[in-house]
């Protein structure tokens, strides 16, 4: 059982450049999450999704965008990256509504953008 | 929104001690989660509880709603043990997530 799992694991980009976070999930979870994790700082929801097709926007959204096309895959889209994107993020799901349930992690995507 | 505070942000105790970590929020929840994230890995779940206590192994969560605080504790702590661990609570009502604290980074000494 893969869990949530998230590619790649490491990634440096150029000012400008963009890129895709993928992310899947093999339990059936309606519910899926982008959150991105700075220094110092709690983890901040960029995107969530509460099923196929339907997405919306988290505290952080500015510079992403995310499609939930299926089930199992949520994908983070970087356009234009910025340093100020810089940061370790992290996909989650979790069988029902917001933290009410036990989330499941990937094992996070460490972007450097330079 | 509701704000999570954790207490130590950096913890160093020796192998085999008694620790305790507190995590404090200003709004009535409907679950707090306790997590567990080591160097350069993953985020795994701990903990989930809406009331009293719980217990795994030697880890022990606790949570008390009326004055909106939990614990979580390790006995006979292990270098193992070493790791950030984030208290985070879900105010209900809607399906965006988490609020999470910054963590507290904890080593064991062997």
């Known amino acids: 059982n893969a869990g949530v799992t998230q590619t790649p694991k490491f990634r440096i980009l150029k000012i400008g450049q963009s890129m895709t976070l993928q992310c899947t999930q093999d339990m059936n979870h309606n519910y899926m999450y982008w959150y991105r994790q700075d220094p110092g700082m709690g983890l901040k929801l960029i995107y969530y999704?509460?099923?196929?097709?339907?997405?919306d926007k988290g505290e952080v959204p500015n510079g992403y965008n995310v499609s939930r096309s299926t089930t199992e895959d949520f994908p983070l889209r970087l356009e234009l990256a910025a340093p100020s994107q810089t940061s370790v993020y992290f996909c989650?799901?979790?069988?029902?509504?917001?933290?009410?349930?036990?989330?499941?992690f990937g094992q996070g995507t460490r972007l450097t953008v330079v | 929104k509701n704000e999570v505070e954790q207490s130590p942000q950096n913890l160093t105790a020796q192998e085999g001690e008694f620790i305790t970590i507190n995590c404090s929020y200003s709004?009535?929840?409907?679950?707090l989660h306790w997590l567990q994230q080591h160097p350069g890995g993953g985020i795994v779940s701990l903990f989930m509880l809406s009331s009293g206590k719980k217990k795994h192994g030697r880890l022990i969560a606790t949570i008390n709603i009326q004055e909106k605080h939990s614990s979580l504790h390790i006995t006979a702590s292990h270098p193992r043990d070493s790791a950030v661990y984030i208290c985070?609570?879900?105010?209900?009502?809607?399906?965006?997530?988490?609020?999470f604290g910054k963590g507290t980074h904890l080593i064991i000494q062997p």
């Open positions: 999704s509460v099923g196929a097709g339907i997405t």
């Open positions: 985070a609570v879900y105010s209900g009502g809607g399906a965006d997530g988490l609020t």
């Open positions: 709004v009535g929840i409907s679950a």
């Open positions: 989650a799901s979790s069988y029902s509504m917001g933290g009410g349930t036990e989330a499941f």
